[in-house]
Structure formats: structure tokens, C-alpha cells
Nanobody, 123 residues
Framework: QVQLVESGGGLVQAGGSLRLSCAASGRTFGMHSTGWFRQAPGKGRESVAATSGDGSRTYYADSVKGRFTISRDNAKKMVYLQMSDLKPEDTAIYYC????????????????WGQGTQVTVSS
């Protein structure tokens, strides 16, 4: 079992930056791939970034490549999403996810989800 709690969302102007944090609990956290999804109003959930259990491999959606960076600290059981050059279209609820499979963690079938944190980017 893995529990996930996100923090760090808020209101930011276009072009600004935010860092989302995800605090995890569970003895097997280091075995899980982790990632971030987002859901904009009226849209489905979209995987934006993911990383393998040891952090050596990463995935980014084309829409955020070069602007977002995912990282994790297994000793602290933390996952981060550094977001820069934010755009109004980045406005969404952001969810931290985890799964034993690096293939499943980028899908909505990921086993563990946090409650989400709101990110709003004003133009």
C-alpha cells in the first residue's frame, strides 16, 4: 500500500513557476514508479510526467517537455514536479500517482492516487 498527499498548488501568473510536492508513505515506495496526472475543467485526466522507482528513467508529455521536471527522493519518500514557464492551459488539478509498473503509472489504471492539488495559471 502507498498513500500519496500532494501540496504546493496555487495561483500563478503566466510565465511563472511552481513546485508541486507529493509525500508518500508505505514501505514499498521505492519499488513503485511515480508520476503526475492533471485534469483540466471539462477534460479527462492526462499523464504529464513519470519516473521509475530509482528515478533513472523519466517520461514527459509533449505538452510539458522542456518546462516540467519530475524528480523523487526515495529516502524522504517524496516526489516533486517543478513547473516553469507556466501557461493558462496548464490550469488543472494535479494528481500524484504510483504503480509497481512503469507502463501502468502513465495510465488512469495506476494503482495509487493522491487527492489532488489545484494549479491555476492566470494570463
Amino acid at each position: 500500500q502507498v498513500q500519496l498527499v500532494e501540496s504546493g498548488g496555487g495561483l500563478v501568473q503566466a510565465g511563472g513557476s511552481l513546485r508541486l510536492s507529493c509525500a508518500a508513505s508505505g514501505r514499498t515506495f521505492g519499488m513503485h514508479s511515480t508520476g503526475w496526472f492533471r485534469q483540466a475543467p471539462g477534460k479527462g485526466r492526462e499523464s504529464v510526467a513519470a519516473t521509475s522507482g530509482d528515478g533513472s528513467r523519466t517520461y514527459y508529455a509533449d505538452s510539458v517537455k522542456g518546462r516540467f521536471t519530475i524528480s523523487r527522493d526515495n529516502a524522504k519518500k517524496m516526489v516533486y514536479l517543478q513547473m516553469s514557464d507556466l501557461k493558462p492551459e496548464d490550469t488543472a488539478i494535479y494528481y500524484c500517482v504510483a504503480d509497481l509498473s512503469s507502463k501502468v503509472v502513465v495510465t488512469t489504471r495506476a494503482s495509487y492516487w493522491g487527492q489532488g492539488t489545484q494549479v491555476t495559471v492566470s494570463s
